[in-house]
């Protein structure tokens, strides 16, 4: 499975971004989504994480209320609706899938497969 997420870009504090990954490649396959976020010199961690059904859906308390992540299996898509942005939140995202698709996961190791990052810049 490939991934890439686009999206990215600089907004002001208080503003919205809406993130997308599109998977190609081993599609037929179910798969569990998730968001990871790596800010400098920080290790990278969960945003949240989404179920091959959609139903199972969890955030990471800092983003709770203020994120959404959901998908669209008929385009093989996840998107994480960034809402009420902070300084904080500037991080490179990246989206990823695991093989495990019924439950979610906040370990990086219980990914299969990484997109490449798209850059998100909150300035204050």
């Known amino acids: 499975v490939q991934l890439q997420a686009s999206g990215g870009g600089l907004v002001q504090a208080g503003g919205s971004l809406r993130l997308s990954c599109t998977a190609s490649?081993?599609?037929?396959?179910?798969?569990?989504l998730g968001w990871f976020r790596q800010a400098p010199g920080k290790e990278r961690e969960f945003v949240a994480a989404?179920?091959?059904?959609?139903?199972?859906?969890d955030y990471a308390d800092s983003v709770t209320g203020r994120f959404t992540i959901s998908r669209d299996n008929a385009k093989n898509t996840v998107y994480l609706q960034m809402n009420s942005l902070k300084p904080e939140d500037t991080a490179v995202y990246y989206c990823?899938?695991?093989?495990?698709?019924?439950?979610?996961?906040?370990?990086?190791?219980?990914?299969?497969?990484w997109g490449q990052g798209t850059q998100v810049t909150v300035s204050s």
């Open positions: 990823a899938a695991r093989l495990t698709y019924s439950s979610n996961s906040a370990y990086r190791n219980d990914y299969n497969y």
């Open positions: 989404v179920s091959w059904s959609g139903r199972g859906i």
């Open positions: 490649g081993r599609t037929d396959s179910k798969y569990g």
